[in-house]
């Protein structure tokens, strides 16, 4: 009976583990094929195309220049490599029908279903959504007329902007933070102390959120002199509050399991307590150090309600830590909710969705490498 209930425990435990597998993978799965989708959608909004006239010699636009066209920051055919002509724009097939003018310059936006209806005019195939303009592209405006602007730059810069900040301010607090817990605090400081910190990773990230909207976005506003104070830095700051758990918690633990006989082996050769700390302590500790560093990485990059409500969430390439960013997680969180289902939008948030998984799985297997990398040498 012993062993049949053995035997029993042990093929749900197998049963579980491998339907929850199963799951991951094919929530993975669902995740890519989603997005894939999108590099097979037209740069033009879907049921609609661009007509020019039949005499118009230029063959085809980039997303880039059919915005400029139409918002009349291009105003000459000369510009795209055409005629010497100023360009006729019309938003609508009423606007189009209704006008009499000359339509040799002209160029509009008109369903398709109406080509035909347009005389003297021809339609253009402006291509389809490519990687360069994705992965390289500067401008993100997924509702932009007549072609969507899916530039991945400013959202991938505005992330490891916020994240790099949140680890530059993290970690030599967390650092120090742990070399107390560990070597300097007293018992009654540290039991004190240490469940307090482990209690911030168990706060929800939008109270976090209120608290750097309260107070910090205020802050830098007056300390700056800012127009807004929801910024890089605001978001910065946020995740580092976020992240110092982790990191004072797996940095301390690491430097508790330095050998007692090498910190005492140091000390009787003459070395002073700060001297064992840097050369003994924290050199045996710093793959667990490294492990701490990486896992507040992928916490701050990972975060979605807090950098949301205090960095501005401004899609455009920062140049500083004073101006408003937006990243992966907050894209994602702010868009899905409103974007038609199969759209190019909808597509290209899960595209993002997979960015960020491959980024996380990237950290998590540094991770493992580092935790591991003693392991290997013993």
């Given at each position: 009976?012993?062993?049949?209930?053995?035997?029993?425990?042990?093929?749900?435990?197998?049963?579980?583990?491998?339907?929850?597998?199963?799951?991951?993978?094919?929530?993975?799965?669902?995740?890519?094929?989603?997005?894939?989708?999108?590099?097979?959608?037209?740069?033009?909004?879907?049921?609609?195309?661009?007509?020019?006239?039949?005499?118009?010699?230029?063959?085809?636009?980039?997303?880039n220049q059919l915005k400029d066209i139409f918002d009349e920051n291009i105003t000459s055919w000369k510009t795209l490599n055409g005629k010497d002509k100023p360009i006729k724009v019309y938003h609508s097939i009423d606007d189009f029908m209704e006008n009499?003018?000359?339509?040799?310059?002209?160029?509009?936006?008109?369903?398709?279903?109406?080509?035909?209806?347009?005389?003297?005019?021809?339609?253009?195939?402006?291509?389809?959504?490519?990687?360069?303009?994705?992965?390289?592209?500067?401008?993100?405006?997924?509702?932009?007329?007549?072609?969507?602007?899916?530039?991945?730059?400013?959202?991938?810069t505005g992330t490891l902007w916020v994240s790099f900040g949140a680890i530059l301010l993290a970690l030599p607090l967390g650092l120090a933070v742990a070399i107390f817990l560990s070597e300097l605090a007293t018992k009654r400081i540290h039991k004190i102390?240490?469940?307090?910190?482990?209690?911030?990773?168990?706060?929800?990230?939008?109270?976090?959120?209120?608290?750097?909207?309260?107070?910090?976005?205020?802050?830098?506003?007056?300390?700056?002199?800012?127009?807004?104070?929801?910024?890089?830095?605001?978001?910065?700051?946020?995740?580092?509050?976020?992240a110092l758990p982790t990191i004072i918690t797996i940095s301390e633990d690491a430097m508790r399991s330095c050998p007692r006989s090498m910190k005492e082996a140091s000390l009787a050769l003459g070395a002073n307590k700060w001297q064992t700390i840097c050369?003994?302590?924290?050199?045996?500790?710093?793959?667990?150090?490294?492990?701490?560093?990486?896992?507040?990485?992928?916490?701050?990059?990972?975060?979605?309600?807090?950098?949301?409500?205090?960095?501005?969430?401004?899609?455009?390439?920062?140049?500083?830590?004073?101006?408003?960013?937006?990243?992966?997680?907050?894209?994602?969180?702010?868009?899905?909710?409103?974007?038609?289902?199969?759209?190019?939008?909808?597509?290209?948030?899960?595209?993002?969705?997979?960015?960020?998984?491959?980024?996380?799985?990237?950290?998590?297997?540094?991770?493992?490498?580092?935790?591991?990398?003693?392991?290997?040498?013993?």
């Amino acid at each position: 009976m012993k062993k049949f209930l053995e035997k029993f425990i042990e093929a749900i435990i197998k049963t579980s583990g491998g339907i929850t597998s199963i799951i991951v993978l094919l929530i993975v799965a669902f995740l890519f094929s989603e997005g894939a989708g999108l590099f097979n959608k037209n740069k033009i909004e879907e049921g609609y195309t661009i007509i020019v006239s039949q005499t118009n010699n230029v063959k085809t636009f980039t997303s880039n220049q059919l915005k400029d066209i139409f918002d009349e920051n291009i105003t000459s055919w000369k510009t795209l490599n055409g005629k010497d002509k100023p360009i006729k724009v019309y938003h609508s097939i009423d606007d189009f029908m209704e006008n009499e003018d000359n339509k040799e310059d002209a160029i509009a936006l008109v369903p398709k279903e109406y080509v035909k209806e347009c005389k003297g005019m021809r339609e253009v195939d402006c291509g389809k959504i490519n990687f360069k303009d994705f992965f390289l592209g500067k401008d993100w405006m997924p509702t932009a007329t007549p072609a969507s602007q899916f530039g991945l730059l400013p959202i991938i810069t505005g992330t490891l902007w916020v994240s790099f900040g949140a680890i530059l301010l993290a970690l030599p607090l967390g650092l120090a933070v742990a070399i107390f817990l560990s070597e300097l605090a007293t018992k009654r400081i540290h039991k004190i102390l240490k469940p307090t910190i482990e209690l911030l990773s168990g706060i929800p990230s939008v109270v976090y959120g209120f608290f750097g909207l309260v107070v910090i976005v205020p802050l830098i506003q007056k300390m700056f002199s800012l127009d807004v104070g929801e910024t890089a830095l605001a978001g910065s700051i946020v995740l580092a509050i976020m992240a110092l758990p982790t990191i004072i918690t797996i940095s301390e633990d690491a430097m508790r399991s330095c050998p007692r006989s090498m910190k005492e082996a140091s000390l009787a050769l003459g070395a002073n307590k700060w001297q064992t700390i840097c050369k003994v302590v924290i050199p045996y500790s710093i793959s667990g150090i490294t492990a701490a560093v990486v896992l507040g990485i992928g916490r701050a990059i990972g975060e979605t309600m807090a950098v949301l409500m205090v960095t501005g969430n401004s899609a455009i390439i920062p140049h500083s830590f004073l101006e408003p960013v937006r990243t992966i997680p907050a894209t994602i969180a702010a868009e899905l909710g409103e974007v038609p289902n199969g759209s190019a939008h909808y597509q290209a948030l899960f595209v993002l969705g997979g960015i960020l998984f491959i980024i996380t799985l990237l950290i998590n297997l540094v991770v493992d490498y580092v935790t591991n990398k003693n392991k290997l040498k013993a």
